[in-house]
C-alpha cells in the first residue's frame, strides 16, 4: 500500500494540509481548537443534537458532480475528509465581511435566545438553500430535524426559514387535502390575522435578498486535485491508530484481508459513538473513499441494487422515483439529516443495531447481500440468521458487503413499517417492524407472511414460526386473533428486558400487526371490493397518520403608543442585541476562549454506586498516564472542602462515603482535555456498598428521609369543610424530573493573574458572586482577590446555579501547585449525571365539592426528590405550596411538603422551581373533580376561579380582573366552544385516533419571598466621546436581558440604543449581585439601570439645558470641564417581601403573571403517539418592554413545559444509575414536536405598577402552560376508555408518553398481552 501521509481539505474555502494527523481527531475538536473556528458548537459529541453541523461538500470526478451535505463534525473522522470542502458558520457569513441572508433572517426574526444552537440551525438551512434555493416547508422541517433547541420553541426559527420557501404564507396541508388558505377549515373560525393592534414582529421587506451566486465555491484546487491526482491509498499513522483510505475496491479487500478486524468506517455513526461513549478502541480502521462500486444504482426488473456506500440520505432520493414506501416511510423519521446524509447504506445492515429502522423492512422484503472478498463474490441473504450474527450466515473476515438487492414487490404482495419511538422525529425507535404478506394469485389466503421487529431484543427479530403457521389462513379477524397470540409467544420480553417499557413494547408487537392486517384488508378492498367488504369508516382511522399539516403562528401584541418617541425603544419588538454574532458565531461562549499558555484541563472522577464506603482510591496508573500533571484529592482542598448556601453544607470532593452515583470524587489534571480524560476512567475505587439504598419517594417516606420537617400551609377550616360537602376524593399523581439540557454543558476557565493571588474566572454561571465567594473560600483569599466575568450563557434554567458552584470552587485548586489556568468542560452524559435536575414530584390530594363541581376543601401532600443533599430543595417546595393554588380560589386547604433525601444526585432549580410540579397536581385534582361530577374540567376550573379582588391562602391581596380576562380571551381566540364540538364529532367517527381539547389557567407569582434577594445594581458610565457603558449585576442567558437594559437607557438617557453598549457581567464592576433567576432578571437590573441613568441625567440636566441642541459628546466633555462624575451606580432595594410559614402569613410575592392555554391534540390509540395540533395561549404581561423577547420567553418556556409534561422522561436502573445521559435517549421536544398552530397574544396592558414601566417578568410562567397539553391528552385518552366502556377513575402520570397513552388506551390488545407478577422480576429501571 503506498502511502501518502499527507491530508488535504478546505476549510471555509482555505487549503488546511496536515502532515501528521492523529487518526483520533474529530473535526469538531480540530475545528474549535487547531483553527480556533469556535462557530462550530459542542452540545452531546454523539449526532443527536445538531450544535456541530457543518457543510461537507465533495467532486466527484467520474459525474463531475458536488454534494454539499450537511454533517455533525463531532462524529466525523478529519481523515475521512482528504479532498472535501467544510463549510462552517463562520464561511457563511460574518460582521466584518457581510452576513448571509439565513443568519440576518434568524437573527432578525428573534430565532434566537442563547444562541448556542444557532450556528447548527444556521448550517443545516444554508446546506438546504444550497440545494434548493427555494424550498418546500417539509424540506425546511426535515432540514431542522436534526438540530436541538432549547430556548426558542424552534417556531421563530421556522417563521425565518419559511421567509426562503416560495410558498410562505401557507402551511402546505396535506390533511385530508386542506390547507389554512381554504375557506372553513374544519368549519371553525379561522385565527384572526394581521390585527391592527399587532405589528409584525420582524419585517420581511429589510431581508437581504438570497443570491446563490455569491456562495463560496468548491475550492477549484481540489477538484484538480480529485481530477487529476493518482489515486492511490492513503494512510494516517497515530500515536494509537492506523487510518487506511483505500480508493479501489481491490485495494480495499487487501486491507480488509491484512486487518480482518478492522471496522469498515463510512458514516462513523455507528463505530464513532461506540468509540466515544462505551470504550471500543480500534488499532486500524478502514475507510474506502469515492469507490465507485460501493455507491453502484442498478435498476433491474426484479428489483433495485443498491450501494452499500450510498449514504441513507441518497437512498432515500433514489426511493423516492420507485415505490418503496415502506422504506420510504421510515428514511423520512430515522434519525436526523446530518446523521441521514452520513451514515451509509451498508454500515447501517451491517451495524444490526436493536433498534434498526431498515433491517426489519429489509430482511422482510427478502432482500440480498451482495459479498466480496479476495476469494470473489457471493450472496447471502439479508434474514434472521444474518441478523443474529450466525457464522455461518453472517459476512467472513475478510468479505465486505458491496450492495443490496431490494427486490420490487409482486401483484398481491404488500409490505408495510411501523415505528414508535418517544418522539416523533429524530428519535429511536421504542418498537419499529416491517411486514409482508403474499397471497399468491388472490383469493385472500395467505402464501408468505414475514414480520421483523426491531428494539425487542439484542437485534433484529423475526416472528418466523408465527409466520409459517399462518401460511394458508385466510385473511380474516380469526386469522388476526391467531397472529396475536402467536405473536407475543414467539416474541417474548421478559419483565426485566433491556430499555424496559416491556408491557408497552409487547402491545405494540401486536398493535403494529393489527395496524398491518387493516391496511392490507383496505388494499384488498379498493383490489377486489367484491370479494373483500374492507373496514367500517370508523376503524380506518387506525391507517391514517396523525395530523400533519406545516407549521404557522401568530403573535399578537399591542403595539406602542403612537405619541411614544420613535427613537424610545421601550415596549418594541427589538432584535437580541447578540442576534447576529449568535448566527454567524461571533458570540463567544466560555469554551470558546482560546486556549491560553500552559493551561490544564480538568476532568472529574465520579461514584460509581449510590451508597457506599470508599474503601480506597488508587491513583497510580492514572497518574502514570502522559500528560496527567496532577489529581486533586480532598486532601488538595486544604480543609475546605464543603460549602452551604442552603443551610446544609454540601461537600465538594466525596473520598469517604458516597451518597449518590456521579458524585465528585476527585479530579484528573492533564495537559489536554484528551489525556485528563482518559486518565479519569484509569482511576480506581473500590466501594463497599451501604444500605440502605433510597431511590424513590415512596422509599423516602417509608424510611422517613427528609430534609428537615414539614412545610405546612393552611387556610380556612379544612376538616369542617370535609363535613359538608357533597362529595369527597383522594387521588394521587406522580410526577417524573427533567433535564436542564442547556444547549452549553458547564464550562468554566480559571486563569491566575500572576500576582498577589488574583485570579479571573470565566465561567457559564448564573451567580457570578456565588462562584466568587466559593472559590475565594476554597482557595483561602478573600474575595476581592477573585474576579468572575460571564460574557453570556448557551442557556441555564437554573441549572448553572449551585451545582456549578461546586465544581467551579474544585477547578482552580490545581493552580495553587501548578500555578497554571486550568479549564473544566463538562460533557454531555457527565454534566448529565452530576448536575440534577428538576424535582420528580409526589402529590396526594383530598377534595372536597359540590355536586355542581365547587370545591370547598382541598387536603394537599407534595413529596419532592430531592436527591443526596438538600440544594434548593426545601425552597423548592416552598414555593411549590405557596402556588399550589394557581389560579383557583379553595376556601379551605392545608398543603404540606416534604422534601425527600434519597441516593439520585441532588436535585436543584429549573425554571419554574416547583411550580410547574405543584400546579400539574392541582390541575389534576380539577380534572378528576370534574369527572366525578360529569362537568368538562374548564368549566369546573372557572367555577373555582379566583374573581376580582381576593387573598391568596397566605392572605397576600390579589386581584384577579386580569386572571379572568386572560380566561375569557383565550375561549375566544381559541373557539373552544366550536372546537370542543367538533372535536367530540371527530371522536364519535373515529375509533382508533382521537382528539382532546383542554385549556388551563395561570396564576403566577413573581417574587423571590426576601427584599434583600432582590436587590439589583448597575453601572453606568459616559465617555467623553459620548457613548455609554452599562453593567448590571444580570447574567445574559438567551432571555435578552442585555438587550432590555440597554433599552431602559436609551430611553432614559433619550439616546439612541447604537450609543450604549454592555460588554458583560463581572463581580468587578457589579459587586455581590444576586442570582439570575425567578422571572425577575430584567425586572430588578432595569430598576437599578434607571436609578443609574436618572443620576446621571440629573447631574447633567443643567449642561444640556445650557446646550439643548448639543450632542451627548458635546455634553459629556462640558460635564467633565465642569468636574461633574460620568458614572454613576444604580440601585434597587428590592421589593418588599416577606412570608412568616408560622403564621401562614406574608406578601412573598411583588406581582402576578396571568394566563391562558388551549391546547388540542391527537392521538394514536394503537401506538400511543400524539400530535399537538394547536395551542393558544393569552398572557398578562403588563406593558412588554420587548414583545419579541417576551413572545420567545413564552413560546420557549412553553414548549419546554411541553416536553417535561410529554416526553422527557429520566431513567434510573434500580441501582441508582442515571441511564438517560444525552440527546440520543433523553428527548426533549424537536421541530416535530411544536403545535401545528401556535398562536401568542397579550392581554392590551391595563394596570400600571411599580415594577420597570409595568412591566412583568415571564422567564418562567410558561412552563406550566404546557400541560394544556398533558391535559388534552388526557381528554383524548378518556374519550378512548368512555368509547371502550372504561368509565371508572383515570390515573395519568406525567410524563405522559407514548407509553402510558398507548397503556391507558385499553383494548382488546392490552388485554391479550401478558403481564408479569411485580416482584417476580429486577425491572430495568424504576419511577423515582
Ligand atoms: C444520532 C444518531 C441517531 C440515529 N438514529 C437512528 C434511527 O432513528 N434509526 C435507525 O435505524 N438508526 C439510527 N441511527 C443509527 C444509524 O442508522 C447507523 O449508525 C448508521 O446507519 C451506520 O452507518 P455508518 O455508515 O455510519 O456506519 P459506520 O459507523 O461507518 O460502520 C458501522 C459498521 O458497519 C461496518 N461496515 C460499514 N460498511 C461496510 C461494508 N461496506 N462492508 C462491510 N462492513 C461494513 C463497519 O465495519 C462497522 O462495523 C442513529 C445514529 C446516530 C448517531
Ligand atoms: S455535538 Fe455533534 S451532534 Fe451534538
Ligand atoms: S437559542 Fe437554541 S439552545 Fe438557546
Redesign the pocket.
Known amino acids: 500500500m503506498d502511502g501518502a501521509a499527507e491530508l488535504v481539505f478546505c476549510v471555509n474555502g482555505r487549503k488546511v494540509i496536515e502532515k501528521n494527523v492523529d487518526p483520533e481527531t474529530m473535526l469538531l475538536p480540530y475545528l474549535r481548537k487547531k483553527l480556533q473556528l469556535t462557530g462550530t458548537k459542542y452540545g452531546c459529541g454523539?449526532?443527536?443534537c445538531g450544535a456541530c453541523t457543518v457543510m461537507i461538500s465533495r467532486y466527484n470526478p467520474i459525474t463531475k458532480r458536488i454534494r454539499h451535505y450537511p454533517a455533525?463534525a463531532c462524529?466525523l473522522p478529519i481523515c475521512s475528509l482528504h479532498g472535501a470542502a467544510v463549510t462552517t458558520v463562520e464561511g457563511v457569513g460574518s460582521t466584518k465581511a457581510r452576513i448571509h441572508p439565513v443568519q440576518e433572517r434568524i437573527a432578525k426574526c428573534h430565532g434566537t435566545q442563547c444562541g448556542f444552537c444557532t450556528p447548527g440551525m444556521v448550517m443545516s438551512i444554508y446546506t438546504l438553500l444550497r440545494n434548493h434555493p427555494e424550498p418546500t416547508l417539509d424540506q425546511l422541517t426535515d432540514a431542522l430535524g436534526?438540530n436541538l433547541c432549547r430556548c426558542t420553541g424552534y417556531r421563530p426559527i421556522i417563521d425565518a426559514c419559511k421567509t426562503f420557501c416560495k410558498t410562505s404564507g401557507c402551511c402546505q396541508s396535506k390533511e385530508n387535502g386542506v390547507c389554512c388558505l381554504d375557506q372553513g377549515i374544519n368549519e371553525l373560525p379561522e385565527f384572526e390575522e394581521g390585527n391592527k393592534t399587532s405589528p409584525k414582529l420582524f419585517s420581511e421587506e429589510e431581508f437581504l435578498p438570497l443570491d446563490p451566486t455569491q456562495e463560496l465555491i468548491f475550492p477549484p484546487e481540489l477538484m484538480i486535485m480529485a481530477e487529476k491526482q493518482p489515486q492511490r491509498t492513503r494512510v494516517f499513522v497515530g500515536d494509537r491508530m492506523t487510518w487506511i483510505s483505500p480508493v479501489t475496491l481491490k485495494e480495499l479487500l487487501e486491507a480488509?484481508v491484512k486487518y480482518p478486524q478492522?471496522?469498515?468506517?463510512?458514516?462513523?455513526?455507528?463505530?464513532?459513538?461506540?468509540v466515544r461513549f462505551k470504550g471500543a478502541f480500534h488499532p486500524v480502521i478502514?475507510?474506502?473513499e469515492c469507490i465507485e462500486e460501493?455507491s453502484v444504482v442498478n435498476h433491474a426488473d426484479d428489483g433495485l441494487t443498491l450501494g452499500?456506500?450510498l449514504?441513507?440520505a441518497q437512498v432515500k432520493e433514489i426511493l423516492k422515483t420507485q415505490t418503496y414506501h415502506a422504506l420510504l416511510k421510515?428514511l423520512g423519521?430515522?434519525?436526523?439529516c446530518?446523521?441521514?446524509n452520513?451514515?451509509?447504506?451498508?454500515?447501517?445492515?451491517?451495524?444490526r443495531?436493536l433498534?434498526?429502522?431498515?433491517?426489519p423492512l429489509l430482511a422482510v422484503g427478502n432482500c440480498t447481500l451482495n459479498?466480496l472478498s479476495k476469494e470473489g463474490e457471493r450472496q447471502i441473504p439479508l434474514n434472521e440468521q444474518f441478523l443474529t450474527k450466525c457464522p455461518s450466515a453472517d459476512?467472513k473476515p475478510g468479505?465486505?458487503?458491496?450492495s443490496v438487492n431490494i427486490p420490487y414487490s409482486r401483484k398481491w404482495e404488500f409490505v408495510s413499517a411501523f415505528?414508535q419511538?418517544q418522539r416523533q422525529q429524530?428519535?429511536?425507535?421504542i418498537v419499529?417492524s416491517g411486514m409482508r404478506v403474499f397471497f399468491g394469485e388472490g383469493g385472500g389466503i395467505i402464501r408468505e407472511l414475514s414480520i421483523a421487529y426491531?428494539g425487542v431484543g439484542p437485534t433484529t427479530i423475526c416472528a418466523k414460526n408465527s409466520c409459517q403457521k399462518l401460511i394458508g389462513r385466510p385473511w380474516n379477524e380469526e386469522m388476526l386473533d391467531a397472529a396475536c397470540r402467536l405473536i407475543l409467544d414467539e416474541v417474548s420480553l421478559p419483565g426485566w428486558a433491556p430499555g424496559g417499557k416491556v408491557e408497552f413494547k409487547r402491545t405494540l408487537l401486536i398493535s403494529f400487526f393489527f395496524k398491518f392486517y387493516l391496511k392490507v384488508s383496505q388494499i384488498l378492498k379498493t383490489m377486489d371490493p367484491v370479494r373483500y367488504p374492507g373496514l367500517a369508516d370508523k376503524y380506518e382511522s387506525a391507517l391514517e397518520d396523525l395530523h400533519s399539516r406545516n407549521h404557522w403562528g401568530t403573535s399578537k401584541y399591542q403595539d406602542v403608543d403612537p405619541k411614544q418617541l420613535p427613537q424610545d425603544p421601550i415596549g418594541r419588538p427589538i432584535m437580541h442585541l447578540s442576534g447576529i454574532k449568535h448566527t454567524t458565531g461571533e458570540a463567544i461562549y466560555c469554551d470558546d476562549m482560546p486556549v491560553l499558555d500552559g493551561e490544564l484541563f480538568l476532568a472529574f472522577v465520579t461514584s460509581s454506586r449510590a451508597h457506599a464506603e470508599i474503601v480506597s482510591i488508587d491513583l497510580s496508573e492514572a497518574l502514570s498516564l502522559p500528560g496527567v500533571v496532577d489529581i486533586v484529592t480532598e486532601e488538595d482542598l486544604r480543609g475546605v472542602n464543603s460549602f452551604g448556601l442552603f443551610g446544609e453544607p454540601e461537600k465538594l470532593l466525596e473520598t469517604q462515603e458516597v451518597s449518590c452515583v456521579g458524585q465528585l470524587v476527585c479530579a484528573v489534571v492533564a495537559d489536554s482535555e484528551v489525556q485528563a480524560k482518559r486518565a479519569a476512567k484509569r482511576v480506581k475505587i473500590v466501594y463497599q456498598d451501604l444500605e440502605p439504598v433510597i431511590l424513590t419517594i415512596e422509599e423516602a417516606i417509608r424510611h422517613h428521609s427528609f430534609f428537615q420537617g414539614e412545610r405546612k400551609l393552611e387556610y380556612g377550616n379544612v376538616d369542617e369543610a370535609f363535613k359538608v360537602v357533597d362529595q369527597i376524593l383522594e387521588g394521587e399523581i406522580h410526577m417524573g424530573g427533567q433535564e436542564h439540557f442547556y444547549m452549553e454543558t458547564q464550562s468554566m476557565l480559571a486563569v491566575p493573574k500572576g500576582e498577589d493571588q488574583e485570579m479571573d474566572v470565566y465561567v457559564s454561571s448564573q451567580f457570578p458572586k456565588y462562584i466568587q465567594d466559593i472559590v475565594a473560600a476554597t482557595l483561602k483569599v478573600p474575595a476581592n482577590k477573585i474576579m468572575c466575568h460571564v460574557k453570556r450563557v448557551g442557556g441555564a434554567f437554573g441549572g448553572k446555579v449551585t451545582k456549578t458552584g461546586i465544581m467551579a470552587a474544585i477547578t482552580p485548586s490545581p493552580h495553587l501547585l501548578h500555578g497554571c489556568p486550568v479549564r473544566c468542560i463538562l460533557e454531555r452524559g457527565e454534566d448529565m449525571l452530576i448536575t440534577g435536575g428538576r424535582h420528580p414530584y409526589l402529590g396526594k390530594y383530598k377534595a372536597g365539592f359540590m355536586n355542581d363541581g365547587r370545591i370547598l376543601a382541598l387536603d394537599v401532600e407534595h413529596y419532592c426528590n430531592g436527591g443526596s443533599t438538600l440544594d434548593e430543595s426545601l425552597f423548592v417546595i416552598e414555593i411549590g405550596l405557596l402556588k399550589v393554588d394557581n389560579a383557583y380560589k379553595f376556601p379551605n386547604l392545608r398543603f404540606r411538603g416534604w422534601a425527600c433525601r434519597t441516593n439520585l444526585p441532588s436535585n436543584t432549580a429549573l425554571r419554574g422551581f416547583g411550580f410547574p410540579q405543584s400546579g400539574l397536581i392541582t390541575e389534576n385534582c380539577i380534572t378528576e373533580v370534574a369527572a366525578k361530577c360529569g362537568l368538562s374540567p374548564e368549566k369546573v376550573r372557572m367555577m373555582n376561579m379566583y374573581k376580582e379582588i381576593d387573598q391568596t391562602p397566605y392572605k397576600q391581596e390579589i386581584d384577579a380582573t386580569n386572571l379572568i380576562q386572560c380566561w375569557k380571551e383565550c375561549m375566544a381566540t381559541s373557539s373552544y366552544s366550536l372546537r370542543k364540538v367538533a372535536v367530540e364529532k371527530f371522536n364519535s367517527e373515529n375509533y382508533w385516533k382521537k382528539k382532546g381539547l383542554a385549556m388551563v389557567p395561570l396564576k403566577f407569582p413573581v417574587g423571590v419571598l426576601s427584599t434583600a434577594a432582590a436587590q439589583a445594581a448597575a453601572l453606568v458610565h459616559i465617555y467623553l466621546d459620548g457613548s455609554v457603558l452599562v453593567t448590571h449585576g444580570g447574567i445574559e442567558m438567551g432571555q435578552g436581558v442585555h438587550t432590555k437594559m440597554i433599552q431602559v437607557a436609551s430611553r432614559e438617557l433619550r439616546m439612541p440604543m447604537s450609543n450604549v453598549h454592555l460588554r458583560g457581567t463581572s463581580t468587578e464592576t457589579v459587586p455581590n449581585a444576586n442570582v439570575s433567576g425567578g422571572s425577575l432578571v430584567a425586572d430588578l437590573n432595569g430598576l437599578a439601570v434607571k436609578d443609574a441613568c436618572q443620576t446621571l441625567l440629573k447631574r447633567l440636566e443643567p449642561i444640556i439645558s445650557k446646550n439643548p441642541k448639543g450632542t451627548w459628546k458635546d455634553w459629556a466633555q462640558a460635564a467633565f470641564d465642569e468636574s461633574i462624575s460620568l458614572s454613576a451606580t444604580g440601585y434597587f432595594r428590592g421589593y418588599e417581601s416577606h412570608m412568616n410559614w408560622e403564621t401562614g402569613e406574608g406578601h412573598p410575592f411583588e406581582y402576578f403573571v396571568f394566563g391562558a392555554a388551549c391546547s388540542e391534540v391527537e392521538i394514536d390509540c394503537l401506538t400511543g403517539a400524539h400530535k399537538n395540533i394547536r395551542t393558544d395561549i393569552v398572557m398578562d404581561i403588563g406593558h412588554s418592554i420587548n414583545p419579541a423577547l417576551d413572545v420567545g420567553q413564552i413560546e420557549g418556556a412553553f414548549i419546554q413545559g411541553m416536553g417535561l409534561y410529554t416526553i422527557e422522561e429520566l431513567k434510573y436502573s434500580p441501582q441508582g444509575v442515571l441511564y438517560t445521559r444525552g440527546?440520543?435517549q433523553y428527548k426533549i421536544p424537536a421541530v416535530s414536536d411544536v403545535p401545528t398552530e401556535l398562536h401568542v397574544s397579550f392581554l392590551p396592558p391595563s394596570q400600571n405598577s411599580n415594577t420597570l414601566y409595568s412591566s412583568k417578568g415571564l422567564g418562567e410562567p410558561g412552563v406550566f402552560l404546557g400541560c394544556s397539553v398533558f391535559f388534552a391528552i388526557h381528554d383524548a385518552v378518556r374519550a378512548a376508555r368512555q368509547e371502550r366502556g372504561l368509565l371508572g377513575p383515570l390515573k395519568l402520570d406525567s410524563p405522559l408518553t407514548p407509553e402510558k397513552i398507548r397503556m391507558a388506551c385499553e383494548d382488546k390488545f392490552t388485554k391479550m398481552i401478558p403481564r408479569d407478577e411485580p416482584g417476580s422480576y429486577v425491572p430495568w429501571n424504576i419511577p423515582v
Not at 468479505?399 to 458491496?402: A, H, M, Q
Not at 429524530?426 to 425507535?429: F, G, I, S
Open positions: 454523539g449526532g443527536g455533525n462524529l436534526g480488509k478492522a471496522p469498515i468506517v463510512m458514516g462513523n455513526t455507528s463505530v464513532g459513538p461506540e478502514i475507510s474506502p460501493l452499500a456506500g449514504s441513507l421510515h423519521t430515522l434519525a436526523g446530518q446523521i441521514r452520513m451514515a451509509s447504506l451498508g454500515g447501517h445492515i451491517v451495524s443495531h433498534d434498526s429502522d431498515l433491517n459479498l459476512l468479505e465486505i458487503l458491496v415505528r419511538a429524530n428519535a429511536l425507535a419499529n426491531g440527546p440520543d
